[in-house]
């Protein structure tokens, strides 16, 4: 039996939990909020081009001006951040789980996902630079075991919703922008600007063709090292050291509700890169692998 473990890509950042026999799959969804599914297209996986679009600017700048009245480069604080979420994720037997995640960055190089299961365990996955590791933390330490190379880059895909959610990756000198067909996003054709950065998968955001706010995210990301289509949907906004960000979202992988988050914490904060690296191996037998059981 496989118990208990969260998955290192969309078990990671779709929380794909509990204890199954089966082959670990995204679940054929119960619902579990009030978002209206569909089946997203993949991101093209394309170069960028030499330049940003200017009608992609101008709907960047729109975007921006909206979530921080006029004030953009607010944004740039949440570079360092900590989020801490919760609500529930659809678990491996396709039963919702109660979960607190707690999310802390530095872009663009540290990442680290804290995750409490309701009734199972909390779980650590964390990256720095080069080198990445997971850990069991409750109900009984484990070793920390390191992420091979294609666990690493899935990891890191995963994490292009969060860190596009905090709207800073936009001002990035290395962000180029594109305009993309509008979709329709909660009976609303929403415009689209895609998104390159070498830090982030392939990724399109949708803005409210009225508020020009934010209101859903889709990006490629990964699930048992395969492609899978992601989706943030934006269901609240609230002010956080001068800028609108997610305070409320659902989270999608192939037209699948995986997840319905509250955020219950979204400020820029410091960290320690000590914080990201895996905790010292203890001695003799049982230190970190180079590689996931």
Same mark, same amino acid.
């Given at each position: 039996?496989?118990?208990?473990?969260?998955?290192?890509?969309?078990?990671?950042?779709?929380?794909?939990?509990?204890?199954?026999?089966?082959? !670990?799959?995204?679940?054929?969804?119960?619902?579990?909020?009030?978002?209206?599914?569909?089946?997203?297209?993949? @991101?093209?996986?394309?170069?960028?081009?030499?330049?940003?679009?200017?009608? $992609?600017?101008?709907?960047?700048?729109?975007?921006?001006?909206?979530?921080?009245?006029?004030?953009?480069?607010?944004? #740039?604080? /949440?570079?360092?951040?900590? *989020?801490?979420?919760?609500?529930? @994720?659809?678990?491996?037997?396709?039963?919702?789980?109660?979960?607190?995640?707690?999310?802390?960055g530095?872009?663009?190089?540290?990442?680290?996902? !804290?995750?409490?299961?309701?009734?199972?365990?909390?779980?650590?996955?964390?990256? *720095?630079?080069?080198?990445?590791?997971?850990?069991?933390?409750?109900?009984?330490?484990?070793?920390a075991?390191?992420?091979?190379?294609?666990?690493?880059?899935?990891?890191?895909?995963?994490?292009?919703?969060?860190?596009?959610?905090?709207?800073?990756?936009?001002?990035e000198?290395?962000?180029?922008?594109?305009?993309?067909?509008?979709?329709? @996003?909660r009976?609303?054709?929403?415009?689209?600007? #895609?998104?390159?950065?070498p830090?982030?998968?392939?990724?399109?955001?949708?803005?409210?063709?009225?508020?020009?706010?934010l209101?859903?995210?889709?990006?490629?990301?990964?699930?048992s090292?395969?492609?899978?289509?992601?989706e /943030?949907?934006?269901?609240?906004?609230?002010?956080?050291?001068?800028? #609108?960000?997610?305070?409320?979202?659902?989270?999608?992988?192939?037209? !699948?509700?995986? $997840?319905?988050?509250?955020?219950?914490?979204?400020?820029?904060?410091?960290?320690?890169?000590?914080?990201?690296?895996?905790?010292?191996?203890?001695?003799?037998?049982?230190g970190?692998?180079?590689q996931?059981?």
């Amino acid at each position: 039996m496989k118990c208990a473990r969260l998955g290192v890509l969309l078990g990671l950042l779709g929380g794909i939990v509990g204890c199954t026999d089966a082959p !670990r799959t995204i679940a054929s969804a119960k619902k579990i909020g009030d978002t209206e599914l569909t089946v997203p297209t993949e @991101v093209p996986v394309q170069a960028a081009p030499a330049q940003s679009e200017p009608a $992609a600017k101008a709907l960047v700048a729109e975007l921006l001006a909206a979530h921080t009245k006029g004030k953009p480069d607010a944004v #740039r604080a /949440f570079r360092s951040f900590e *989020n801490v979420r919760s609500g529930l @994720v659809l678990s491996n037997n396709q039963e919702p789980i109660h979960q607190t995640w707690t999310i802390q960055g530095d872009w663009p190089g540290r990442y680290r996902v !804290r995750a409490e299961i309701a009734g199972l365990n909390t779980v650590a996955l964390a990256w *720095n630079g080069d080198k990445a590791y997971r850990q069991l933390l409750t109900p009984q330490p484990g070793p920390a075991f390191d992420l091979d190379a294609a666990e690493l880059k899935s990891f890191k895909a995963d994490a292009t919703g969060e860190w596009l959610l905090l709207l800073f990756p936009l001002l990035e000198p290395e962000t180029v922008v594109a305009t993309h067909p509008a979709k329709s @996003v909660r009976d609303k054709a929403c415009p689209g600007v #895609r998104v390159w950065h070498p830090s982030l998968s392939e990724a399109v955001l949708y803005l409210d063709p009225a508020t020009k706010e934010l209101v859903q995210i889709t990006f490629n990301g990964r699930e048992s090292l395969q492609l899978v289509v992601k989706e /943030f949907v934006v269901l609240e906004l609230k002010e956080t050291n001068g800028v #609108r960000l997610p305070s409320k979202l659902a989270q999608n992988a192939s037209g !699948r509700q995986l $997840a319905d988050w509250t955020f219950t914490r979204l400020e820029p904060k410091a960290h320690p890169a000590n914080l990201f690296d895996a905790p010292p191996a203890p001695a003799g037998p049982g230190g970190p692998r180079k590689q996931t059981p």
